[in-house]
């Protein structure tokens, strides 16, 4: 009998236990309150792909435009030389005669 412990013992071990519990699942609380809902996260890695996928068209159409551009610039620097050769070809000839 002298191995069991007596009453009082018991009653402060299970004390004990308890607060040691109180303390492990305020612990957990907490890190739980940390945490972000899984239906939140969702919602924001699905808003931001659809950003990246936004900017990812936005980027494209940009450098459709930037391409077309220098296309434009490209013709309008032709189509001035064009223009302007029969007189750089006069001025030429002209200064030889």
Do not use: F, H
């Not at 009453?7 to 609380?29: F, W």
């Not at 434009?72 to 200064?95: D, K, N, Q, R, S």
Request: proline share 3%.
């Amino acid at each position: 009998m002298s191995d069991e412990p007596s009453n009082g013992e018991l009653g402060r071990l299970i004390q004990s236990l308890r607060g040691e519990m109180r303390e492990d699942l305020g612990q957990i609380n907490g890190r739980l309150d940390r945490l972000v809902p899984m239906d939140v996260y969702t919602i924001e890695k699905t808003q931001m792909a659809d950003r990246v996928a936004a900017l990812e068209t936005q980027r494209e159409k940009d450098a459709e435009r930037i391409i077309a551009t220098r296309r434009w610039m490209i013709g309008v620097v032709i189509t001035v030389c064009l223009a302007l050769l029969p007189y750089l070809a006069t001025i030429v000839t002209g200064a030889r005669a």
